[in-house]
């Protein structure tokens, strides 16, 4: 008797078993700006995070799928994104959290990430002491250190004595110009003026009428990528900054590809280090540039933030498989640790100890080739560690 119903209930619960092991899906919560003032730059995060998925899906094993559940954060706004990560851990479950373009969102989003184990996977904001914040967060895109240091020491050995620092007055902004700032004059470089500007939807007018008086030898400048950068280059063509011999260096933030065609020749001579430009001449990159614009159209070029949001979905993917759906935090974070992958990029790597990207930076100058301005990599630091984590190493 107890044979005959013990068989077929053992049947019954392997093949649950079975079915449950081959069918999971990952929800991974995706935390974006898709409306408001700021939206340019989500759209470009998301278009990386869909083509990959486009090209990809296809490498899930059998029966394990992700869901993307995405939620709109609207612009820098901390309150918003901490409930929003609130409820997409506990109402939706998701096994993992990424995007987030803004500073303040990551900041108010790791001590939830912490406590809740939720693994997070940083695709853009870029403030140094974001991965400090967690040991549940990693980040694939950048810092500010990483693109501004290198740059103040370029700057100091080319022939630059004076510069004036214009920055967006939060988290990037003030490691842009620290970094900078150290670099330079740590080189025997002055500043020749230092000065800090609203977040969103400054008038650059006032500010870089100042700079423009002082008569340095360049402006440094961060403001966010997208349509800040665009607004910030007309600035500094109508005030003549340009014809006055000033020349405009900054992370590569101030020359995102995809608005150098909106900014026009006064971006031509721009001088920027960043980890992304879409000419680079690496497979890689070529390869992702065309299937971008086969995907998005052929006068679109891809910004950092497509890229390094692309290669966000590469580290999510590669932790998916290597568990087949079964996502344990822990885990999650071991396998991140040291994750090395062939980015459009260049070569990246996740800093086994910090948990922070590891790329390299390229010194760039905008020029117009074929009729067309581009960020051409006329210089490669290979593999830079952040640098604001190595000099505040404690020992
Ligand atoms: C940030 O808020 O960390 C941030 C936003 C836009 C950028 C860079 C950094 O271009």
Known sequence: ????????????AMALTCSLAFAQTVKVGVINTYTGPLAAAGDQMQRGIDLYMKLHQKDLPPGI??????????????????RLAQELITRDKVQLLTGVIWT???????????????PFIIMNAGTAII?????????????????????????????LKNVYTLVSDYGPGIDAEAAFTKAFTDGGGKIAGSVRMPVTAPDFVPFLQRAKDAKPDAV????????????????????GLRGAGIKLIGPGDITTDEELPGMGDVAIGTITMHHYS????????????????????????????????????????????????????DKTMDLLKGWKYDSPRGPIMIDPETRDI??????????????????????????????????????
């Open 358 to 395: 590891v790329q390299n930076e390229y010194l760039r100058r905008v020029e117009k080739v074929n009729g067309q301005l581009q960020n051409t990599e006329i210089e490669t630091i290979p593999m830079v560690k952040d640098p604001w984590k190595e000099l505040n190493k404690t020992k």
């Open 131 to 159: 991965t400090t914040k967690s040991p549940y967060i990693a980040r694939v895109s950048f810092t500010l250190w990483q693109s501004s240091y290198p740059l103040g020491s370029w700057a100091a050995k080319n022939g």
């Open 104 to 118: 303040p969102n990551a900041l108010a989003i790791a001590p939830l990430v912490t406590e809740a184990k939720v």
């Open 220 to 239: 440094f400048c961060f403001v966010p990528a997208a349509k800040a950068a665009t607004a910030f280059m007309k600035a500094f063509d109508d005030l």
């Open 278 to 329: 879409a000419a680079g001449d690496r497979p890689a990159n070529k390869a992702f540039v065309a299937a971008y614009k086969a995907e998005y159209g052929a006068k679109d070029e891809p910004s950092f933030l497509a890229a390094d949001s692309y290669d966000g979905m590469a580290a999510i993917f590669h932790v998916v498989i290597a568990q087949h759906g079964n996502i344990d935090p």
């Open 65 to 82: 799928s992700i869901e993307l559940i995405k939620r709109d954060d609207t612009g820098p706004n901390p309150e918003v994104a901490k």
């Open 1 to 12: 008797m107890r044979k005959r119903y013990f068989m077929p209930a053992l049947l019954a």
